[in-house]
């Protein structure tokens, strides 16, 4: 991999925080008192933790034998607020087999395969029989009532581990703390995926609201495209995600005698195709909720025009907004529009481009921008 070429920064209002950081602000730091950390690898993020959170116990779980006895050696200076164990979180207490890969922090209880990191292939090399506990187990037997911090970085085991906790899911919802989702999406085999994944993970009906529509700066119908020309690499909802309104005028497109999951397929300009969808406006849709803690986009260059469409709501009932660009131009639009209406900015990271970051260089595609609302800060 070819090293970074460093570029200019543009000054841009960014305050930069680390997601344990952020979890400590919106959590509150001084009143956790319990934090867990899934995957502790050799510990630097259970020190992440304990430097965040400086009243919490933290409990950190690391199956591996050689990254756990890394980890003990970098906290041995912490033992009176750091207890670290030597298992792996799963949703059965007993055993198991640990995938034991070329790169010590891609071991998992699942058979990944090959993953690339940072320039070199890590593969698997063995297996290890480990210990595993659920999260209810573990904390019956440690006495915790309740987890502030849960943390996991476990190589696609997180499922497994959360449906551990089928007591202490349950125990959160009798105290009401239960959370709604909504899901906008116009692509129609990525909603189908969207409440699949919703169901499989046993968020109730009631507690996720679908809008099979595309979101614009104007009610109506439009085509929204699903198919690349013939031949473009990756042409499947599986591998691209990059479908979008159409930006050609939809009276240009042709009917085909083809169908897209149960819709008629529209012939485009340029070999594109695409299915007729209903357009709905954000506010519209926001007048369906109360206070809303996040909004994420990734609207596919439609950022501005839809924000601004919904500012005066989003004002009014958001606190968070996440938001991927697709121009060096909307960049700089959102700063002027959700600047000038008092937002602040927790990061900007411009598209198409190398930025440096808390993680170090990185390549952008498309940008990334976050947004408070002072207004609706925690007191």
Known sequence: MPAPVPVEIPTLPVRVETPVEAAARVIGAASARFALDVGAHHGDSTLDVLAAFPAAMVHAFEPDADNHAAAVVKLAGHAG?????????????????????????????????????????????GEAEV??????????????ERIDLLKMDIQGAELSALRGAARGWAAVRRRGLSAHIGVVEAEPQHIAWAKSHMAF????????????????????????????????????????YGQAVAWDDPASGAATARRYLGHELVAMPGGWHGVSVQVAQLSRMLAQFGRIDLVDFDI???????IREALV??????????IGTHSREID?????????????????????RWNRTEFGWIRFNDGVQTWENPKLAPA
Request: charged residues 15%; hydrophobic residues 45%; aromatic residues 8%.
């Open 313 to 322: 709501p989003l004002s009014a009932q958001v606190r968070r907004l996440h």
């Open 81 to 125: 607020r750091a207890v670290l164990h030597l298992a792996a979180l799963s949703d059965r207490d007993g055993t198991a087999t640990l995938r034991v890969n070329s790169h010590d922090g891609t071991h998992s209880l699942l058979d990944i395969g090959a993953q690339r990191y940072w320039g070199a292939w890590a593969g698997p090399v």
């Open 201 to 240: 993970n046993g968020i109730p009906d009631v507690d996720v609201s679908f809008f099979e529509v595309a979101v614009g700066a104007e009610a109506g119908e439009t085509v929204f495209l699903v198919e690349m020309p013939a031949g473009s690499e990756g042409n499947s909802p599986r591998e691209w």
């Open 131 to 144: 210990p595993t506990t659920t999260l209810d187990s573990f904390c019956a037997v440690a006495g915790i």
């Open 300 to 306: 596919q260059g439609a950022e501005v025009d839809v």
């Open 332 to 352: 700089a639009q959102l700063q002027v529009l959700l600047g000038g209406a008092g937002w602040q900015c927790v990061r900007a990271w411009p598209c198409l």
